[in-house]
Structures are given as structure tokens and as C-alpha cells.
């Protein structure tokens, strides 16, 4: 199978609160999961990508956790700022990206 | 600015039209990309090219037409569009086409087909 499921569609968050994108793939060759950040108006751009041989990865406020039994990975924003709210999708690929539906995020101030 | 620019920022057009997309990129990378985002779907692979070469067709129909003239440009020539054909047309590029290669994408053509 070759999808990427993500949830929630859509996630409203207080400003200074914890933002948790949640995806979930079958593809057991997929090796490589980035997220990308797309603003209104703008094309996606890479925001942070982990492999699966290792369980986190911190970047920032931003930080992927993995689960590669679960085969399942996460983005968590910490300190959410309103400057953070965009939508934002994430992919695994094994040979060519796999994106998942997208979560629009709004932080309230 | 991106590094890859889309031209035009928007098009109406009817079914019966002709009208291309364009991307250019000054990054110097060697692979590019057309995806199509709808609203609420994942962002969906239409073509790729590298080093101007297509080695990825992902099943889309003959009204979509890429062109690929040199490794900075890329086009996507629309004929006899339907409705749901309707969307958000991004280019992208990578250094290489490889799974760890970042993408970077324009802006998008937002395409209405009237």
C-alpha cells in the first residue's frame, strides 16, 4: 500500500501550546519522512525529515517522534506561535514522496 | 522568492482552450517536478523529469502535456481541460531525484477551468 494518512485535518491551538500532527503509513520500504510547511498564497517547503533508525528528532520548537513498529510518526511544535499557523503535510517515501492529506493549523493569539 | 518561480500566478480557462504552465529555477538543481494539490487531497505526482529526461508519468491524461527543454525550465501544456481539473499546479526541483533530495517548490499556477 502506498498511503500516507494523516490526522487531524484541521487543529486550532492556543498560542504557547503543544501542536501533534499524526501520521501513519504501510509501506514498509518507505525510508525517508519529512514534513513540509505551506503557507497561504506559497508553495510547500521542507520544514524537517527523520529516517526510521532513529526515534526523534529535534529541530527548534519542532520535533518528529517515530514509531517504526507502529509505523506511525508524529510532528510536535512546541511553544506554538501564530506565526506557525499554516498547513502542514507529511510524506514518506521509498523512491518518490507519498504525502499525506495535509493539516491546517491556526494559532490563537 | 523560492528559487523557482510559476508563471502565471493564475489562469481561467475554458475547455476548449490551449495554455501552458511555466516554472524556471535558478538553483542549479538537475530534477523537476509538476504536482497537483486540490483542496483536502495529498499533493499528487504528475511528472518527473531529470536531467531533462522524463522518467515519471504517474498515470496522467494525454490533456496534460510536459516539456522539459533544459534542466532550469519545465512547462505543462493544457488542452481540453474538464472542471476537475481545477486546482493548484506546483513545480518543484531537487539537487538529484532521490528520496532524501529536499524539494523546492514555486508558488503554483491556481487553475480554474471554467
Known amino acids: 500500500q502506498q498511503q500516507v494518512k494523516q490526522s487531524p485535518q484541521s487543529l486550532i491551538v492556543q498560542k504557547g501550546g503543544i501542536s501533534i500532527i499524526n501520521c501513519a503509513y504501510e509501506n514498509t520500504a518507505f525510508d525517508y519522512f519529512p514534513w513540509y510547511q505551506q503557507f497561504p498564497g506559497k508553495g510547500p517547503a521542507l520544514l524537517i525529515a527523520i529516517r526510521p533508525d532513529v526515534s526523534e528528532k529535534k529541530e527548534g520548537r519542532f520535533t518528529i517522534s517515530f514509531n517504526k513498529s507502529a509505523k506511525q510518526f508524529s510532528l510536535h511544535i512546541m511553544d506554538s506561535q501564530p506565526g506557525d499557523s499554516a498547513t502542514y503535510f507529511c510524506?514518506?517515501?521509498?523512491?518518490?514522496?507519498?504525502f499525506g492529506q495535509g493539516t491546517e493549523l491556526s494559532v490563537k493569539p | 522568492e523560492t528559487g523557482v518561480t510559476q508563471t502565471p500566478r493564475h489562469l481561467v480557462m475554458g475547455m476548449t482552450n490551449k495554455k501552458s504552465l511555466k516554472c524556471e529555477q535558478h538553483?542549479?538543481?538537475?530534477?523537476m517536478y509538476w504536482y497537483k494539490q486540490s483542496a483536502k487531497k495529498p499533493l499528487e505526482l504528475m511528472f518527473v523529469?531529470?536531467?531533462?529526461?522524463?522518467?515519471e508519468n504517474n498515470s496522467v491524461p494525454s490533456r496534460f502535456s510536459p516539456e522539459c527543454p533544459n534542466s532550469s525550465h519545465l512547462f505543462l501544456h493544457l488542452h481540453t481541460l474538464q472542471p476537475e481539473d481545477s486546482a493548484l499546479y506546483l513545480c518543484?526541483?531537487?539537487?538529484?531525484?532521490?528520496?532524501?533530495?529536499?524539494?523546492?517548490f514555486g508558488n503554483g499556477t491556481r487553475l480554474t477551468v471554467t
Open positions: 518543484a526541483s531537487s539537487p538529484l531525484q532521490v528520496k532524501s533530495s529536499p524539494l523546492h
Open positions: 523529469y531529470n536531467f531533462k529526461e522524463q522518467t
Open positions: 510524506a514518506g517515501g521509498g523512491g518518490k514522496l507519498i
Open positions: 538553483l542549479g538543481h538537475n530534477a
